[in-house]
């Protein structure tokens, strides 16, 4: 678009157009940044009524997140003077860390579940998107929408025979089980996805390299997996998106093992009442991932978001 | 001939063009290594097994309790067939249609709403002002939080005397921020779950719309600025136009989205006041996991899933249609 | 430390009696509340003197249920012990999850007649009324009140309010006097800010207004079936005196408490608290060790009371678990010998003192007890007058009823209360009949 097109915007209309949505933006993050600050607050802050915007930050939320605390008496904590800053935080409000929270751990599953199934739905799904990009493969519309479907079903309604299902082969609130699971859901993402990136890789430069003697399957590793790089992990972060953010199967197929951190977060009961601090930076923690992938991703989020619908 | 000399492996691409189109199928295929067919069907094959073991056996499996009184959570009692009994309650269940009528009011106004912000934004965004880069990105961040965490978040903020929202409310309107619940209320509460989904996803619709604005070449507007026409004209004859059918597909992910709500919405009021909000796919988790009813819940489920399947295939065909105009 | 010690020679004691046996990994699953940590921290002795090494496994309370019957019906292994819901009883006697321990008591000398009869009957046995025991009682809770005594006591406010209503601003012996003191506190400014009445339950998804609302229903006369046949109901749960208990439970909702306590359980009532936003508060006595604790509302400024008697009698909500052995784990011998340690009275008294509200007669009828925490007494005369909800294995689809007639009567404000109790006379009819019980 050139600057002197007849059909660009005036100055005006841009200062009007920038300060509407600039205001829509302060509107949509104040939520957000009010979740983050929470978690800075102390636990009386946060409940303050009325509410207050000015606050004496503290850790205390994060140290309630990662800790496992109990109330202990003015004598015993003399006995045993806090040693470290976490400590001091625990002791000023009478209470002694014993160990470590789950909080630790339902990350650490999160991270297993998330990455374990979006390698495998990536890894399958390029295999699949190649096979449909470049063969004749029977049925291939009813099978490319067959993979599609499997999207539209309401978690809960398949929850029911899975979980039946998974009790009797032992998958049960296991990682092995969630990562096929999550896998299977986000498979109808990455083909959708992977296929319309392989197929805008010039066919060319396979037939090129199968006429200089490599097998087809040597073409795929050597020449269409480098040039589809990109789209694979544009892909893999949104099937890892998904994956983080879940919460119907996880909440109804997992519990002490393998259950992932967005079932947990809400149900941070601190001392008296929810720890709304320790809710707040478990958000935060939790959060910080998936919106670093979602900078770095700006470009393809559209893609991403639209099942490869949309390519802009 | 299986190989080319190796000057001809750096030829332009024309010419690999004209080598390839040259090469007869036969004797392409014929090119050591695994024949294609078997190629295909050995890339293709884990995923449709794994969807069949984790989608469609389970699908079917559904449709097989769905004919039974089968509970889970009573494994001496015998498990009866009793046909389409389960089908038969569901329908005429008033309080089930009570669901079907919250979820509805959801999936409309979430939608209408969700479409009429989410343009005008990409509508302004596409004006290119500076910044609008980063602002875009400030916009999309509320879309990636988990829907349970921000649900769980969001009665916080809905607190009358705690909240952000009602002091917020308050704050502009004048009035006392302790005077209205917004979950609390019966009237209020199915539009608490609309403002925190609008909140969440108007950023989606946007995007799509910028991309349809951004697909319009400028050329269209620079031939209409020529034959005089108004910009309110140009707005209704080249841009809505133009862009109906990325606004339909956002409409879709939207609706389908929307349709298997639970998370988000289970986590903010589970359900209440009274049923107000109780969406179906809230209601068929009590049936299913807490009730234990499996067998009534899988008729339920499929029940569900037919809807929404047969809803998107109508849907996908209207879209199909505009595409083509 | 002294008790230390005591508790290391009884606990060796024991493991000397019971054999060499092997260090097992014990999982001890509950729901995530403070007294959970407290066991934690309690569990350490036997940790140290058996050997066996504990874990455990804490579900918060909106999905407690949910996730542990999930857990039992799937015959996980997840859990050895479990603290379970009163209410799981019958379903998890009945489908065989957890281990009768009837013998176990009888060879370890555990004798339930040493326990709170109430919690007997509430935590351990099924079918109800019978010596078939299936858990140990682990924790007393109850419904109670908390009050703010610092507001209760202003002078210029205790004129006001006997000048209005007649009877001196106290802790409420029937619950028309709450209804006053609620009303008299609705709206009212104090130190500049408004302050609003009580806060009650009033929770929809899981069983909050049902634990809040059977409060008022039982001193009405509400009652789950007659003596001779506890399945005819009619007449009963939609008695005279039952609706208008549920129409002062919507009165009590609508004229004073809090603006969008439209969905409040155990937490958001000790939020509301806390914060100075409301003179009494509805709550499981598990929070009043937290209360008394707290630095905004702790110590004198808080005061507690049994749930306040109504025309028909005098009840309050029985909460509070029993400890079961899963019959799943493979762990069997370690997790009885782990009940067996904690029924001592050594480990009682101390579950106690660490906040735990110990179900052993002890323990409780021990002289100290009533001025050893300022709220010892309230929990002693709330214990006295108990009554639980249903506890049939079909308790899950009984409570789903209930929390749906009675929150779209109370919170929604649909329908009259006579609807929503024949309503709920209906379904729960309907649930008798498909389990074969009428």
């Known amino acids: 678009m050139s600057s002197y097109s007849i059909t660009a915007p005036t100055t005006a209309q841009k200062w009007g157009a920038g300060i509407l949505v600039v205001l829509y933006a302060v509107i949509t993050i104040l939520p957000l940044l009010w979740i983050v600050t929470t978690g800075f607050k102390s636990q009386n802050d946060a409940i303050a009524y009325p509410p207050s915007v000015l606050f004496e930050p503290t850790l205390e939320g994060y140290v309630n997140l990662f800790t496992t605390q109990t109330r202990i008496s003015d004598e015993e904590l003399a006995e045993n003077p806090p040693e470290t800053w976490y400590d001091e935080i625990a002791a000023d409000r009478g209470m002694s860390i014993v160990g470590p929270s789950r909080f630790g751990g339902r990350f650490l599953n999160s991270v297993i579940i998330g990455f374990g199934s979006t390698f495998l739905s990536v890894f399958l799904g390029t295999l699949a998107a190649y096979a449909f990009s470049r063969y004749k493969v029977p049925l291939k519309d009813d099978l490319l929408f067959f993979i599609l479907s499997t999207r539209m079903m309401p978690p809960i309604a398949v929850a029911i025979p899975i979980f039946l299902m998974f009790r009797s082969l032992g998958l049960s609130d296991t990682h092995l089980g969630m990562i096929l699971l999550y896998t299977a859901v986000n498979l109808s993402l990455s083909v959708w996805l992977l296929k319309g990136f392989i197929d805008e890789i010039p066919r060319e430069y396979e037939e090129a390299a199968l006429i200089d003697g490599y097998t087809r399957f040597q073409a795929f590793v050597k020449v269409v997996l480098p040039q589809a790089a990109t789209g694979i992990a544009s892909t893999a972060i949104f099937c890892l998106i998904f994956a983080w953010n879940e919460y119907a199967f996880a909440v109804l197929l997992t519990s002490g093992n393998a259950q992932t951190a967005p079932p947990f977060i809400p149900t941070i009961i601190g001392v008296t009442g929810q720890d709304w601090p320790a809710v707040a930076a478990g958000a935060t923690i939790f959060l910080v991932p998936v919106m670093v992938f979602t900078i770095l991703l700006r470009k393809h989020l559209l893609r991403g978001i639209t099942f490869g619908a949309v390519r802009k | 001939m299986t190989r080319k000399s190796s000057e001809d492996r750096f030829m332009s691409e024309t010419a690999i063009d004209r080598v390839a189109q040259a090469t007869p199928p036969r004797v392409a295929r014929r090119i050591r290594g695994l024949p294609d067919r078997a190629i295909a069907w050995i890339f293709i094959a884990p995923t449709i097994f794994l969807l069949l073991a984790v989608n469609i056996f389970p699908l079917v499996w559904t449709i097989r309790l769905s004919f039974t009184d089968y509970r889970v959570n009573r494994p001496n009692n015998e498990v009866e067939w009793i046909g389409l009994r389960n089908y038969e309650r569901i329908l005429t269940d008033s309080d089930i249609w009570k669901t079907m009528q919250a979820t509805a009011h959801f999936l409309f106004w979430t939608i209408a709403i969700q479409v009429l912000i989410g343009f005008t934004l990409a509508w302004l965004i596409n004006k290119k002002f500076r910044g609008s880069n980063f602002w875009t990105t400030v916009i999309v961040l509320p879309m990636m939080l988990s829907p349970a965490v921000v649900g769980n978040f969001w009665t916080f903020l809905y607190q009358p005397q705690i909240g952000l929202f009602n002091t917020v409310v308050g704050f502009f309107t004048g009035a006392d921020p302790a005077s209205f619940s917004m979950i609390g209320d019966v009237n209020l509460a199915p539009w608490s779950i609309v403002i925190v989904d609008t909140w969440m996803w108007t950023p989606f619709v946007m995007l799509i719309c910028l991309a349809g604005l951004r697909s319009i070449p400028e050329s269209i507007y620079e031939a209409a600025e020529c034959d005089r026409a108004s910009k309110w004209r140009q707005f209704w004859t080249i841009t809505v136009p133009l862009v109906l059918p990325f606004l339909m597909l956002a409409v879709l992910f939207r609706g389908i989205e929307n349709f298997k709500m639970f998370d988000l919405v289970v986590q903010l009021t589970g359900g209440g006041p009274g049923n107000t909000t109780t969406l179906t796919s809230i209601d068929l988790k009590r049936e299913a996991f807490e009730r234990w009813r499996t067998g009534f819940a899988s008729a339920y489920a499929i029940i569900l899933f037919v809807t929404v399947f047969g809803l998107a295939s109508i849907y996908v065909k209207a879209l199909n249609k505009v595409k083509e105009r | ?438």
């Open chain 3, 1 to 438: 430390m002294k008790r230390t010690l005591t508790l290391t020679a009884a606990v060796g004691l024991l493991c000397a009696g019971s054999g060499a046996a092997m260090a097992d990994d014990l999982t001890l699953c509950w729901a995530a509340w403070d007294p959970a940590n407290a066991l934690v921290e309690l569990s350490r002795d036997f940790e140290e003197q058996s050997g066996h090494t504990m874990s455990f496994e804490f579900v918060p309370w909106p999905n407690f249920a949910d996730r542990m019957l999930n857990e039992l019906n799937s015959g996980g292994q997840l859990c050895d012990l479990m603290i379970g819901d009163s209410q799981w009883i019958g379903g998890s006697a009945e489908s065989g999850h957890y281990v009768q321990l009837n013998d176990f008591f009888d060879e370890q000398g555990i004798d339930m007649a040493d326990f709170i009869p109430a919690t007997v009957t509430g935590y351990a046995e099924w079918p109800k009324g019978t010596p078939n025991y299936w858990a140990l009682p682990a924790f007393g809770d109850v419904v109670g009140w908390t009050y703010r005594r610092d507001w209760f006591e202003r002078p210029e406010l205790q004129e006001e309010f006997m000048a209005t209503y007649g009877h001196e601003l106290a802790a409420p012996e029937t619950l028309e006097e709450l209804m006053h003191i609620a009303e008299f506190f609705q709206g009212r400014d104090i130190d500049g800010t408004t302050v609003y009445g009580a806060s009650i339950y009033t929770e929809r998804g899981s069983e909050g207004i049902t634990m809040g609302v059977t409060n008022v229903l039982y001193n009405y006369g509400f009652d789950y079936g007659s003596p001779d046949d506890p399945y005819a109901i009619e007449g009963i749960v939609n008695s005279p005196g039952a609706v208008e208990g549920l129409e002062f439970y919507r009165a009590l909702y609508e004229c004073c408490t809090p603006p969008g306590s439209s969905d409040w359980y155990m937490s958001e009532n000790i939020d509301a608290y806390r914060s100075g936003q409301v003179a009494m508060q509805m709550n499981f006595a598990f929070i009043w060790p937290g209360v008394n604790a707290d630095e905004n509302v702790g110590g004198d400024r808080s005061g507690y009371f049994p749930n306040p008697a109504g025309p028909a009698g005098h009840y309050a909500q029985l909460g509070g678990q029993g400890i079961s052995v899963v019959s799943y784990s493979d762990s069997q011998d370690a997790a009885l010998e782990y009940i067996a340690w904690f029924a001592q009275p050594e480990v009682q008294e101390r579950w106690w003192e660490m906040g735990g509200y110990s179900a052993l007669r002890a323990v409780v009828e021990d002289p100290g007890f009533a001025d050893s925490q300022p709220y010892a007494q309230t929990f002693l005369d709330s214990m006295a007058i108990v009554k639980d909800f249903w506890a049939e294995p079909a308790y899950a689809d009984l409570l789903l009823a209930m929390q749906d007639r009675v929150h779209n009567y109370v919170v929604a404000g649909n329908g009259t209360a006579q609807e929503a109790l024949d309503g709920l006379v209906e379904d729960w009819v309907e649930i008798f009949e498909d389990e074969g019980l009428r």
